[in-house]
């Protein structure tokens, strides 16, 4: 069965590091979206990419973050620099399209910044 | 602006009793589509269910079912005979269809927690 894939799994860096996540999504799937999930909460969305242009980013602190889908297909988000307050979990997940919004999500990526 | 919520944070039972989980919403679309997701320890978001506002037909999945009330905004989960494996962290989610990203609102979650 076709799966979103993350990674990595956990990363742990100290405040004012760059990190950065990868996601690559199930095969097909033009929508991908970032979401991340603080502990005890549910996920919110940063960045909503359909295929290789970002639809949503409303919600995405640009002054660190930034996230790119350049060829379409896979996605790296990234923050630069790490404060202790991104610890959270990193989901991402994909759906067809427009109108097809059934979105599977991967693993995720756990950040603690310390 | 849309939302969604579980004023359950936490349940207990003991596994074979019936449990229902809470969720209300707000949205000012008339279409729109309702989720539940199980996340269980791995980390990993599980899609249960999608029902879209047109439809208020009552669904059931083995174990699982759900209950959609547009009367009082209300989409509830009920798993009967739990089990061990149903502990988790469920969240109910909304997508309103005059959103072009068909982006998910998310409740706070109920974490379940079954015990043998």
């Known amino acids: 069965e076709a799966e979103v894939a993350q990674s990595p799994r956990y990363k742990i860096t100290e405040k004012s590091q760059a990190v950065a996540f990868w996601c690559d999504p199930i095969?097909?799937?033009?929508?991908l979206y970032w979401y991340r999930q603080i502990l005890g909460q549910g996920p919110e969305l940063l960045v909503q990419?359909?295929?290789?242009?970002?639809?949503?980013d409303s919600q995405l602190p640009k002054d660190r973050f930034s996230a790119e889908r350049l060829k379409g297909v896979d996605s790296t988000l990234k923050i630069q620099p790490a404060e202790l307050g991104d610890s959270a979990m990193y989901l991402c997940?994909?759906?067809?399209?427009?109108?097809?919004?059934?979105?599977?999500f991967g693993p995720g990526t756990r950040l603690t910044v310390l | 602006a849309q939302k969604v919520t579980q004023a359950q944070t936490e349940i207990s039972v003991v596994e074979k009793e019936d449990v229902t989980l809470d969720c209300v919403y707000e949205?000012?679309?008339?279409?729109?589509?309702l989720f539940w997701y199980k996340q269980p320890p791995s980390g990993e978001l599980v899609f249960l269910i999608r029902?879209?506002?047109?439809?208020?037909q009552n669904e059931i999945s083995g174990r699982y079912s759900w209950n959609f009330q547009k009367s009082t905004s209300s989409f509830n989960f009920t798993i009967t005979a739990s089990q061990v494996v149903d502990s988790a962290v469920y969240f109910c989610?909304?997508?309103?269809?005059?959103?072009?990203?068909?982006?998910?609102?998310f409740g706070g979650g109920t974490r379940l927690m079954v015990k043998p």
């Open positions: 997940a994909s759906s067809l399209g427009f109108g097809y919004n059934e979105q599977f």
């Open positions: 949205t000012r679309d008339t279409t729109y589509y």
């Open positions: 990419f359909q295929d290789e242009s970002v639809v949503d």
């Open positions: 989610a909304l997508s309103e269809a005059g959103d072009a990203g068909n982006m998910l609102t």
């Open positions: 029902r879209n506002s047109f439809d208020e």
């Open positions: 095969s097909g799937h033009a929508t």
